[in-house]
């Protein structure tokens, strides 16, 4: 990778392409149609890459001109190709050379086994611009691809599974590129970009799945997107988080969008203790703000399908001005999408396509006041309590017999009407509440 900018101009190209305007102001993909459901091209080798001649860079072949990946890294200069035929290498590379690219000839053999011996297939430490593609790590105690502190990086078509931390790792560093991801078995994350603002990162068409967290990002954001990936069959799926163990907190800024999330809440996946807490989550933000979650399908979670909830470390980090929209979620145990407390505010939640949420009514809840719903004795009040010393009523609808037993579904408030039946209510919106509909009592039941 000759020019690490170019992932900057690549990022600026997938902004143009996605964004509008609305919800109070904040940026909006212009689509609401979900992903495909059919897995992304992962394991599949790169494409043949063109002629690199022109480059003025040398190709260093791995066996036949260096016995190892580590003596032709060595002896690489910037601008050089370093061109690995299939093998089982048992090493740990370092890499201290800028600008280099690390290429396997295949990606299922060419692979990297750490036998649980070796800490990381490859470290890049300080080497800025360093492309590692199409090849395969496993068995290390840390690492499969690990870059830490630099300027430019990019992992295309690489494959890592079972590894003792994370599989494909960013630490410190900005301006990045993964692509065409396979994680598996890694107890913290199959793929992490952690400690950066701005990351000025992408993670597009990669698989992660049977992970204690398929994605984490500690405290990173700013002009990161998670975009168009499969994220199955872990823990919990993607899980931007605030610690104070990490720089820059708290997270913000990052966007996740068009990706298939689901069944994430695999009691097999490797996890450490750490990731019991977010079991059964699709896409969980823990302590984060400022954060784009849409166009996403999410399916299937025991606990949650979306959430925004504050996080716990030596700080209680709130959550807030999160925007979680135009989204697909089904089927989750607990709620579709849920905003815990306390946060700071400013979270909206519009156009979702789901089914349960907590706390009810959240579209309605979120959509820039603070609701409460209520009933009394032939009514039902909607009251806005932005301003708690000054309530207002928005709306309400009269209820025959006594509507103070009240339970909420989204758009929809249930009343019991005092006479054994139960009152529908529109409230999706506020100051125009209507009745929808009713169930009768039974035939000579009075409640």
């Known amino acids: 990778m000759r020019n690490p900018l170019h992932l900057r101009r690549a990022a600026a190209v997938i902004v143009a392409g996605l964004f509008a305007v609305s919800c109070s102001g904040a940026d909006a993909v212009t689509t609401t149609t979900p992903p495909a459901t059919d897995a992304p091209m992962t394991t599949e080798s790169m494409p043949a890459p063109a002629d690199t001649s022109a480059t003025g860079g040398a190709t260093l072949a791995v066996p036949a001109d260096y016995p190892t990946i580590q003596e032709a890294v060595d ?25 280099l690219t690390i290429r396997g000839l295949d990606r ?45 990086y990019r992992g295309s078509y690489l494959t890592v599974y079972d590894n003792g931390d994370y599989g494909i790792y960013a630490y410190d560093s900005v301006y990045g590129l993964y692509d065409h991801a396979y994680a598996s078995g890694s107890p913290d994350s199959g793929i992490y970009i952690g400690q950066c603002y701005p990351c000025h990162a992408i993670i597009t068409d990669s698989l992660s799945e049977n992970n204690g967290l398929g994605y984490s990002g500690t ?14 069959g872990n823990y919990a799926g993607i899980v931007p988080n605030t610690l104070d163990s990490e720089a820059y907190p708290p997270q913000r800024g990052v966007t996740i969008a068009g990706n298939w999330v689901h069944d ?40 949650f399908g979306i959430a925004a909830i504050p996080n716990l470390d030596r700080n209680l980090w709130f959550p807030g001005n999160n925007v979680i929209r135009a989204n697909v979620v089904r089927d989750s145990g607990r709620g579709d999408l849920a905003l815990g407390a306390p946060t700071l505010g400013g979270d909206c939640f ?13 579209e309605q809840r979120s959509a820039g006041r603070a609701l409460k719903i209520g009933a009394q004795l032939g009514r039902l009040r909607l009251i806005n309590i932005t301003n708690p010393a000054n309530p207002t009523e928005m709306g309400g609808v009269n209820t025959p017999g006594d509507g103070r037993r009240l339970s909420v579904l989204n758009n929809l408030a249930a009343v019991a009407d005092g006479a054994g039946g139960v ?6 919106t506020p100051t125009a509440p209507f009745e929808a509909g009713h169930i009768d009592p039974p035939t000579g039941t009075v409640a």
């Open 75 to 99: 002896a690489a200069k910037p601008g050089d190709l370093v061109l690995v035929s299939p093998g089982t290498y048992h090493e740990a590379v370092a890499v201290t050379v800028d600008e």
């Open 108 to 152: 299922a053999t060419v692979v990297l086994d750490g036998q649980f011996d070796l800490e990381n297939g490859f470290m890049v430490a300080g080497a800025n611009g360093v492309a590692i593609e199409n090849m395969t790590a496993r068995n290390y105690i840390l690492n499969g691809f690990f870059w830490t502190s630099v300027f430019g």
């Open 219 to 232: 405290n990173a954001g700013g002009d990161l997107f998670i975009v168009n990936s499969e994220w199955r």
């Open 264 to 303: 994430n809440q695999n009691p097999l996946a490797a996890a450490k203790r750490l990731e019991y807490p977010s079991f059964g989550f699709g896409i969980l933000l823990a302590g984060g703000r400022d954060n784009v979650v849409e166009g996403n399908l999410v399916e299937r979670h025991e606990a």
């Open 350 to 362: 519009e156009g979702n396509d789901f089914t349960t949420s907590v706390p009810p009514a959240i």
């Open 423 to 428: 009152r529908l209510v529109n409230i999706a």
